[in-house]
C-alpha cells in the first residue's frame, strides 16, 4: 500500500484496483494519483495482482476491501487517469449526494436510471460521455470507478466469476438494503471502452437467474451502460436456451 506524505493517520480514501497489467496500472492510476492535489486527505493504494488471472473481479476487489483501511473506497480499472482536483471534487460531489440522501450505497461515474436514460461524466476512447444533470439517482453503475462507503457493509457476491456485471449486482443489493446509488460530475479519463463478450452474456444469465425472485424491487428491466437485461422467468430461459440451441444446429 503506497499513501500521501502527510500526517501520520488513517487514510481516508483507499483506491483498490485489480491488476492484470502493472506496466498499465503504473501508467495510469499510480502516476495520476502521485500528481492529485489534495495536501487535506490521505489516501493509499491497494492494488490487487491478478497478473496470472487467479481472481474474479469480485474476489478481488473483496480482497483489497478487506486491506483497504479509507473511510471511502474507490474501486478503479486499471487503466483510468485521474485529474489532479479529482479527490477534492470526489468530497464535494459527495455532499451534494447527501443533501439528498444520508445513506447513499455505491457512487459512481456512469450509469442508467430505471426510466433508461444514461446519466454521469467520463471520457473514454469513444469521447466524452456527459448526461446532466448530476448528481442523479441511477439505477446502475459502470464499473470502471465507483465508490462506497466502508461501513455501508456492503462487498461484492462472488456468485459473478468473470469481470461484468457485478457493479450491477451490487447497486441492486445496495437498493434492496435501502441505500440509493448515484451519478456524480466527477469526470476521470478511461483509456478503453467497454464491450461485451461471451462472459458478459453468462454473467447476465447469472443476474437473471439471482434477481428474477426480487424484480418487484429492482424492476424487470435492469438498464447498464453495457446493454438492458430483462428479468425473464426460469421458464421463459428454457425456452430462450432450446431456441438459441436449436439456431446454432441450422
Keep these: 500500500m503506497t499513501g500521501t506524505k502527510c500526517k501520520p493517520e488513517f487514510p481516508e480514501v483507499s483506491f483498490v484496483t485489480c491488476i492484470s497489467d502493472w506496466q498499465m496500472y503504473k501508467h495510469c492510476v499510480v ?14 493504494r491497494v492494488p490487487i495482482d491478478n497478473s496470472d488471472n487467479q481472481f474474479s473481479a469480485s474476489q478481488a476487489l473483496n480482497l483489497g476491501l478487506e486491506q483497504s ?6 474501486f478503479c ?3 483510468v487517469v485521474f485529474p489532479p482536483d479529482w479527490l477534492s471534487r470526489l468530497l464535494a460531489q459527495i455532499k451534494d449526494v447527501e443533501h439528498q440522501v444520508a445513506f447513499w450505497g455505491v457512487i459512481g461515474l456512469a450509469g ?7 446519466s454521469g461524466h467520463v471520457v473514454d476512447p469513444r469521447g466524452e ?13 459502470d464499473e470502471l470507478c465507483i465508490i462506497i462507503r466502508k461501513k455501508s457493509g456492503l462487498h461484492f457476491d462472488e456468485y459473478f466469476d468473470h ?10 443489493m445496495a437498493a434492496c438494503k435501502g441505500m440509493p446509488c448515484f451519478t456524480i460530475d466527477c469526470c476521470l479519463e478511461h483509456l478503453s471502452g467497454g464491450k461485451k463478450c461471451e462472459g458478459w452474456r453468462l454473467q447476465k444469465e447469472k443476474l437473471i437467474k439471482k434477481w428474477w ?5 429492482v424492476g424487470e428491466k435492469i438498464y447498464t451502460t453495457s446493454g438492458t437485461i430483462r428479468l425473464h422467468s426460469p421458464l421463459a430461459r428454457v425456452i430462450r436456451s432450446i431456441r438459441d440451441l436449436s439456431l446454432n444446429k441450422t
Design 31 to 44: 502516476t495520476s494519483l502521485g500528481q492529485m492535489h489534495s495536501p487535506e486527505l490521505i489516501f493509499e
Design 69 to 74: 483501511s479509507g473511510t471511502l473506497i474507490v
Design 77 to 79: 480499472h486499471q487503466d
Design 112 to 118: 442508467r436510471c430505471v426510466d433508461g436514460s444514461r
Design 129 to 141: 460521455f456527459f448526461h446532466p444533470p448530476l448528481p442523479r439517482q441511477v439505477q446502475t453503475l
Design 163 to 172: 469481470f461484468h456485471l457485478y457493479v450491477t449486482d451490487l447497486c441492486l
Design 213 to 217: 425472485p426480487n424484480r418487484r424491487i
